[in-house]
């Protein structure tokens, strides 16, 4: 029998997933878009990305749903959420590219840009003399599957690199903490905080105005994870006293963000509307299919999911 796997994505065209998703799978999986489902009840797969409120209750016979992306926060909260399966994409070149746009913020801050940036629209030749990225301490907040490969590039840069998870880990070049009592020590540590934390009930605006307090005076801070992991408001306050220096914000609590929101005319802020990374459907086409050729012989499954802990 084909099974079906329906496809919901509000920012990703279906032709291209099926497209790339159609040699790995065969005849054995129907591939259509949520619009085109004639008969629901042979839907066994879901691959989506933030589908409507209700969108699996039309399908009684789902076995595994794919989240069209690494942040599955959104996913795992909704009460619809049947009780099969959850995988996330782990793409390397979705990695590869989060890794430079983290690098790219590094430098940013390191290399003093909003600085020079300034001093041009004043039309100004103000000189900075540049630091040695070994005189540079870097924090990454998160060590998963993006946050360990951007550290790992951070490292090579020849920063001083930390990071920070939940349990001890072996990465080159990055001096590791883990567990809540070593946050505060490696905010302190930290010349640019990176935020790479997914967003669970445990970092919800865990950066607050006591945690911005304690980074050193003049850090920058990075976030391309989820707005929701840090008090706009204290980032904001921070910002506007001068206790940090900058900000390269990718995500936000609301997106898009407001007009008339105040960072937008922050000194030293930049602001990227949520594309640090992006689903690529050739390169992460192969591990969607695998999961779905390993549920359908019952062998055990990759990039999933835990529930309990929220990513
Ligand atoms: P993973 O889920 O692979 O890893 C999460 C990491 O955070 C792990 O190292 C984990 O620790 C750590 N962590 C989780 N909770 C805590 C906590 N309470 N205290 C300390 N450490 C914690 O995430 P990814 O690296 O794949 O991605 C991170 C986030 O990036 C995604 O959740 C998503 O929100 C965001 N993202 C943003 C994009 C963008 O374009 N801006 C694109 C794609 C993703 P441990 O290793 O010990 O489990």
Redesign the pocket.
Known sequence: MTDTLVFYSALDPFEDWRDALTPHLGDAVQIQNHDAITDPEKVRYALVWMPPDGFFARFPNLSLVTNL?????RLVARDDLPDVPVTRLSDPE?GRM?ASFVLFAVLRHARNIPFFEAAQMRREWAYKHPRPATDISVAV????????LAATEIARQGFVTHG????P?DLPGVTVH?G?DALDQVLGLADIVVS?????P??RKLLNAERFARMKPDASFIN???GEVVDETALVAALKAGHLSGATL??FEKEPLASDHPLWSVPGVLITP?????ALPKSAAPQIAANIHAIRRGDELRNTVSRVHG?
């Open positions: 992306g690494a942040g599955v926060d979705m989060m907040l998160g060590l998963g599957e993006l946050g360990a920070w998870a939940t349990r880990k883990h809540d790479q934390l997914p967003l669970t445990r970092t391309v994870s989820r990718d995500v949520h594309l640090a990374s992006v990513y």
